[in-house]
């Protein structure tokens, strides 16, 4: 960090005197020969008027604060660029270039001052670079540079947080596709198409992935899958061909399913898996070797069994007559308590409540309206 100017080192140092100056109190003999104020005798105020008056002189002798900042203000008021030219010239008078070196050769002169600038500098440079922090310390800690915020603006509270912009951005997306629902979306239905089941030919179906309104980086990948049986081959081309694609062949639906993200575009994957089930194909017709005799390996498949309801837990037919007969009796015999007044209803009791408690408020409310207020009473 670079020393601060001779400049602003002489304006703290005579303000450094000019406080301590303030600060002594007056000699011995001086505070002897002030006179004392006459006391009035026989007055029952005296000791007020003489504490009032300690009081003054405590004033008096207290330290003088100076205001740095008119001072500040007047030494900017008067650095103009004709009193500076003034200075320098002074300066280069008594052999030297500018004012700052004059005044760093006159200071260098005087006795003591080299204790009194190191001071200086060292309370300039508490006050801008802050107290060291005691390392050994058990609370230090290291300040986090991802916390270090001082390079951004101050927050003027005249705009909402990061996260209500974010939120905010989020609002306009979703209305830019609502709008697009509304306004763009029937337009396409004039590109529609009605289905067609896929011909003997196509036997190749292909899944891309899309990321509306953004670039992904699994765009790129293309599954492809197929049957076998639904290729012109015979039983044993298909059972070399099965054997051949490996754990990518699904025996419970009987699918071979393979995917590619290899390369950077959609065509080029599936110009790659094209390629790639063109030559399983040739393979498998390949009569070289038709791996008969190597088993299809469906180990790579685990089988998920579903837990099914078992028979004994269904209901027969005895046992549905036998809970419709317990059904109808508790249906009569409810009847019959309920003739009798025996049977509670939830629903009445709970409208007879509530019938009650508005009463009851009713009630408080008149009582309420006719006690008279109570004045207070007059002063016989």
């Not at 000019?18 to 104020?37: D, F, N």
């Not at 007047?74 to 030219?85: E, G, H, K, V, Y």
């Not at 009445?348 to 009463?359: F, G, H, R, S, V």
């Amino acid at each position: 960090m670079a020393s601060t100017s001779p400049a602003a080192r002489l304006c703290a140092l005579v303000c450094r005197r000019v406080s301590s100056s303030a600060h002594q109190p007056l000699p011995r003999a001086q505070r002897l020969c002030r006179p004392a104020a006459p006391r009035a005798p026989f007055s029952s105020c005296a000791p007020a008027q003489e504490r009032k008056r300690e009081a003054a002189a405590d004033d008096e002798d207290a330290p003088q604060h100076i205001e740095l900042t008119k001072m500040n203000q007047a030494i900017a008021d008067l650095a103009t660029p004709q009193r500076l030219q003034q200075l320098d010239e002074v300066a280069k008078q008594n052999g030297h270039n500018t004012i700052d070196e004059y005044l760093a050769a006159t200071l260098n002169n005087t006795p003591g001052w080299a204790q009194e600038e190191r001071e200086v500098d060292e309370q300039m440079s508490k006050i801008v670079q802050g107290e060291r922090p005691n390392k050994t310390s058990f609370w230090y800690d290291e300040d986090d540079p991802e916390c270090n915020t001082e390079e951004l603006e101050d927050f003027d509270e005249d705009d909402m947080t990061s996260m209500a912009h974010a939120r905010l951005e989020e609002i306009r997306e979703m209305r830019q596709y609502a709008r697009l629902a509304v306004w763009e979306m029937p337009l396409l239905a004039k590109f529609a198409k009605p289905f067609e089941r896929p011909t003997k030919e196509q036997v190749l179906r292909w899944r891309y992935t899309t990321y509306m309104g953004e670039e992904h980086s699994a765009e790129c990948k293309v599954v492809v899958q197929f049957r076998p049986s639904d290729l012109d081959l015979t039983p044993v081309e298909i059972s070399k061909l099965k054997k051949l694609a490996g754990p990518r062949f699904d025996p419970v639906r009987n699918v071979i399913k393979m995917s590619s993200n290899s390369y950077e575009h959609q065509a080029q994957n599936k110009q790659h898996l094209s390629e790639l089930v063109e030559k399983l194909i040739a393979a498998a017709k390949d009569p070289t070797d038709t791996f008969e005799d190597v088993p299809l390996d469906q180990r790579y498949h685990k089988v998920v069994r579903k837990p099914r309801f078992p028979k004994e837990w269904r209901m027969t037919e005895e046992r549905r007559l036998e809970l419709e007969e317990y059904r109808r009796l508790a249906e009569v015999e409810d009847k019959e308590r309920e003739e009798k007044g025996l049977l509670v209803d939830g629903a009445k009791k709970i409208d007879e409540y509530m019938t009650q408690k508005l009463t009851e408020e009713l009630r408080k409310q008149k009582a309420e309206v006719m006690v008279p207020a109570r004045g207070s009473r007059a002063r016989r």
